[in-house]
């Protein structure tokens, strides 16, 4: 059973508007989520985290939103650039830390278009 | 900035050869980490350890092993590799038990 959801295996935005990507979780044990964007033959890289004690985090041009109660947290990307094209992964963990490793949804491809 | 190497980026192995893939990291963090990615399944927990010569098994440990001799190394051995092994690999550090994981390239595994 998938604990992390991301139900868009793709989205294309043009360039200097706002990129959202979306994702649920089902376990309400996660309490600490974060979003990694991944090119093809490389590791995933860190780019935003959120824990569960808050409800936004800002990073540049990068906003994460929790919504505790609908178990749903998105990534806001604004503007949109060409180097954002990649795959961005949502993942969460739960209070047991490294432990339960890091569960990953399965991807949305972002595009951005020229 | 935070850095994780994998020793090859690509291996090719044959069914029942013994493998090991290597991971270093270079910020002196506790925990390090082993995933495998398949498509369509994400990426899994396959082993983890926070201290020197401490390793817990994760969600797919079956058919691996690993050692962590010094700190800042993490081996992920196969002891009898097998086809269904084919993957790709990742390894991960994280200072934090509770916290951001760093990723490494990746190895790219396949076992013929």
């Known amino acids: 059973d998938q604990q992390v959801k991301q139900n868009s295996p793709s989205l294309s935005v043009q360039e200097g508007r706002i990129s959202i990507l979306n994702c649920d979780y089902t376990?309400?044990?996660?309490?600490?989520f974060l979003w990694y964007k991944k090119y093809p033959a490389e590791g995933p890289t860190f780019l935003i985290s959120?824990?569960?004690?808050?409800d936004k985090n800002e990073d540049g041009r990068f906003t994460v939103f929790l919504n505790k109660s609908a178990k749903h947290l998105s990534l806001h990307i604004v503007p949109s650039q060409p180097g954002d094209s990649a795959v961005y992964f949502c993942?969460?963990?739960?209070?047991?830390?490294?432990?339960?490793?890091?569960?990953f949804g399965k991807g949305t491809h972002l595009i951005i278009q020229p | 900035d935070v850095k994780v190497t994998q020793s090859s980026r690509y291996l090719v192995k044959r069914t029942g050869e013994k493998v090991f893939l290597e991971c270093v990291q270079d910020?002196?963090?506790?925990?390090m980490f082993w995933y495998r990615q398949d498509p369509g399944l994400g990426l899994r927990l396959i082993y983890f350890?926070?201290?020197?010569?401490?390793?817990e098994k994760g969600d797919i440990p079956e058919g691996y092993s690993v050692s962590r001799e010094k700190k800042e190394r993490f081996s992920l051995i196969l002891e009898s590799a097998s086809t269904n092994q084919t993957s790709m690999y990742l390894c991960?550090?994280?200072?934090?038990?509770?916290?951001?994981?760093?990723f490494g390239p990746g190895t790219r595994l396949t076992v013929l």
């Open positions: 991960a550090s994280s200072y934090a038990w509770v916290g951001e994981q760093f």
């Open positions: 376990n309400s044990m996660f309490d600490y």
């Open positions: 959120i824990s569960s004690i808050k």
């Open positions: 993942a969460a963990m739960g209070s047991g830390g490294g432990a339960d490793g890091l569960t």
């Open positions: 910020m002196d963090h506790e925990n």
């Open positions: 350890s926070y201290d020197v010569k401490m390793k």
